[in-house]
């Protein structure tokens, strides 16, 4: 049998009350972190839409909130005083999306959930988008109740909308509150309602290995890791959750090999230390740990 690595058998940050996600029990907690700021950041530029919700050039609050965002957050709170309409609309995505760039999240979602609720009731892409913030700043919150609340109108405005993308993200968001809530059956389902909304979403394939795999369910794990690995080959979270899911199956070279090529993809990243130390741990070729 092989060995249970130490560091693959540590509790997520969602057992210990934090917000992450699912593949957090696999990585340590700077992976994790890199991983949401990239969410984070990908969140933040999807706001600047040109569809639904046009942001005027003049007004430039969305393209200045990373490098301001406390007087981004001045600028949009003052627009959104006066603002009418639409403009309301525009001014509450822009002061949200600063608030949440400065970790307000309760204010945040706040802001979110008025800026939807002045959005025309037939533009339900706007809709699904701003209910899906504030669902996500509610998660960030630690608050993953609401954030359930909040993401399940979402989920049916995108579903009307037809955007499996977005669609998609709402599913996984609902799938780490889910989580965190200990309810991991109705997590599964979320998942794969992601998969089905957007079947080349390698997040949704990596969590899911993740989350069947924390369920003992290798088989399933490994078929949806592989699946992952086909979307984002380089991807380095998928390298080591591959390694993590093949060790425990017993296939001690597979994890090797999926491990060293995490190392050899960015030797000097996070990532790559951590397979490191996983190598370390399971030892030389032609050994095996007992």
């Avoid at 090529?261 to 070729?285: C, D, F, H, I, R």
């Amino acid at each position: 049998m092989p060995i249970l690595l130490p560091l693959m058998l540590m509790q997520s940050t969602l057992d210990a009350g934090g917000i992450s996600s699912p593949y957090a029990s696999a990585l340590p907690r700077e992976i994790v972190e890199k991983k949401e700021d990239e969410e984070r950041k990908r969140r933040t530029e999807s706001a600047q839409f040109a569809g639904p919700l046009p942001l005027r050039a003049e007004n430039g609050c969305l393209l200045a909130v990373e490098a301001d965002p406390e007087r981004s957050a001045e600028v949009a709170r003052k627009a959104l005083s006066s603002a009418q309409g639409r403009e309301r609309v525009r001014a509450g995505l822009c002061l949200g999306v600063a608030l949440a760039d400065l970790d307000r999240w309760a204010e945040a979602r706040t802001v979110f959930v008025q800026a939807r609720d002045a959005a025309d009731p037939g533009d339900h892409l706007s809709r699904a988008r701003l209910g899906a913030m504030a669902g996500n700043a509610a998660l960030a919150d630690g608050k993953a109740g609401e954030a359930l609340t909040l993401l399940a109108p979402a989920a049916v405005e995108a579903k009307t909308a037809s955007d499996g993308s977005l669609g998609a993200s709402i599913a996984l968001d609902r799938a780490r509150a889910l989580v965190s809530l200990g309810q991991n059956e109705e997590a599964g389902r979320a998942l794969a309602d992601a998969r089905t909304a957007d079947p080349d979403n390698a997040q949704a394939w990596l969590l899911s290995a993740t989350l069947a795999r924390r369920q003992k369910q290798l088989i399933e794990a490994q078929t949806q890791i592989e699946k992952a690995a086909q979307l984002a080959p380089q991807d380095a979270e998928i390298g080591l959750e591959a390694g993590v899911i093949a060790v425990l199956g017993g296939r001690d070279d597979a994890a090797r090999r999926s491990w060293n090529s995490v190392v050899t993809m960015n030797p000097e990243s996070p990532s790559a230390a951590t397979a490191k130390e996983y190598l370390a741990q399971l030892g030389p070729e032609g050994t095996s740990k007992p």
